[in-house]
């Protein structure tokens, strides 16, 4: 990674941009164990979750499939294989991927594609992030055991899943009400109920619960969103963000905020969906 040689004083001010997901969808298709409740293999009555908030619906049923096979497990293995480890050093992250079964969070009728290393459609415009994306993401944020992380754009759930296998301090927002439903749901079926969910504009995070060791934003601005860094740790909180125009190619940075101080590495070039603001 090229380290810009930008250093540049932080921003206290509100400012006034959502959340949402990862990059446009194709058609085609050692850790602290942690033990998670086996899931029913159906989308119904969901389990109640102590981190559960009335801002967004929950739905009695949702369109996702939660039995996990042993060929499931032989492709999200193979995935991780191919297209994780190569790219990933952090062995927590690699055993992550391969804990979450991500084909429950994405609609029945994708299941075929869940462990291509692609984005795929989950509805509302919005997609679940490429895996090696999301790994190579979760990796830069350093996380360690009982760190407080902040995802922007609940999305799915998936990268929320993923953070969980990580630490038990995870927070995510997510601006549209019906997939903030569906991901809590999801997330409380496969045992991830200690996630915490909350529908908001992503653009100002979630101060109630800074400051935060990591912030992890799957949506981009077209620029770094001064309340996101104010929230983080001044004690070398880190921000993984993409910024760049809308419909253009964006850059992933890694922010790191030390004190009044904020220092910008660029990471790589990405394509990700705007983050959606709240209207008016």
Do not use: N
Request: include cysteine.
């Amino acid at each position: 990674m090229k380290l810009l040689a930008v250093v540049i004083a932080l921003v206290l001010a509100t400012a006034g941009c959502g959340s949402a997901a990862s990059p446009s969808p194709r058609q085609d298709g050692s850790p602290v164990p942690v033990t998670r409740p086996t899931p029913a293999a159906t989308g119904d009555a969901p389990m109640p979750s102590p981190s559960e908030t009335s801002s967004f619906p929950i739905p009695s049923s949702v369109d996702r499939d939660f039995a996990d096979s042993d060929e499931m497990r032989r492709q999200r293995d193979q995935l991780v294989d191919s297209y994780i480890a190569p790219r990933v050093t952090d062995a927590r992250v690699i055993a992550a991927m391969r804990a979450v079964p991500r084909h429950s969070f994405v609609p029945t009728q994708w299941l075929g594609a869940a462990y291509s290393d692609h984005p795929l459609p989950i509805g509302h415009g919005q997609t679940i992030s490429q895996p090696s994306l999301v790994a190579m993401m979760t990796e830069l944020l350093r996380l360690d055991e009982g760190d407080r992380v902040l995802e922007i754009g609940t999305s799915s759930g998936y990268q929320a899943a993923i953070l969980g296998e990580l630490t038990p301090e995870v927070y995510s927002v997510e601006i549209i009400p019906e997939l903030a439903g569906i991901a809590r749901v999801v997330l409380d079926r496969l045992g991830y109920g200690d996630v915490r969910i909350d529908r908001r504009d992503g653009y100002f995070g979630w101060e109630e619960h800074a400051p935060y060791d990591a912030i992890i934003v799957t949506a981009a601005p077209d620029h770094l969103p001064a309340p996101l860094v104010a929230q983080l740790d001044p004690d070398g909180g880190r921000l993984v963000i993409p910024i760049g125009p809308v419909g253009d190619v964006q850059v992933l940075w890694l922010v790191t905020r030390r004190g009044d101080e904020v220092a910008m590495e660029r990471v790589l070039e990405v394509r990700f969906v705007p983050l959606t603001r709240e209207e008016g």
